[in-house]
């Protein structure tokens, strides 16, 4: 994958069932360059993620009110990607407010 020319942000969307994953999924960003905030269903699994950012509560909540903030203020950047570590049926629910953004599903 080719370095960022400057750090963009990327955001993992997990669950219970994907935070293996997306442990994964952030060691892999962080080390090509990226900046990666983690939106977790799970408190207590910072460490486990190993995101550069975490939130926690409910991953579709915390996705629509990140997008918000993106629209709202010049200090929150849109992600380049999105990447979703969840289970199929809340992957599905989450698309609906993810059209027109890089989405990659990891399941």
């Given at each position: 994958?080719?370095?960022?020319?400057?750090?963009?942000?990327?955001?993992?969307?997990?669950?219970?069932?994907?935070?293996?994953?997306?442990?994964?999924?952030?060691?892999?960003?962080?080390?090509?360059?990226?900046?990666?905030?983690?939106?977790?269903?799970?408190?207590?699994?910072?460490?486990?993620?190993?995101?550069?950012?975490?939130?926690?509560?409910?991953?579709?909540t915390l996705l629509k009110n990140y997008i918000d903030?993106?629209?709202?203020?010049?200090?929150?950047?849109?992600?380049?990607?999105?990447?979703?570590?969840?289970?199929?049926?809340?992957?599905?629910?989450?698309?609906?407010?993810?059209?027109?953004?890089?989405?990659?599903?990891?399941?």
């Open positions: 994958m080719q370095t960022p020319s400057k750090q963009q942000t990327v955001l993992i969307v997990a669950d219970a069932s994907g935070l293996g994953k997306a442990g994964q999924e952030a060691s892999r960003l962080k080390r090509d360059g990226f900046h990666v905030v983690a939106l977790l269903s799970d408190k207590g699994a910072e460490k486990q993620v190993g995101a550069d950012e975490v939130l926690t509560g409910d991953p579709q903030a993106c629209e709202k203020s010049t200090h929150t950047t849109y992600p380049e990607r999105i990447y979703l570590c969840t289970e199929r049926k809340l992957a599905g629910a989450i698309g609906s407010l993810l059209s027109g953004y890089p989405v990659k599903v990891i399941a």
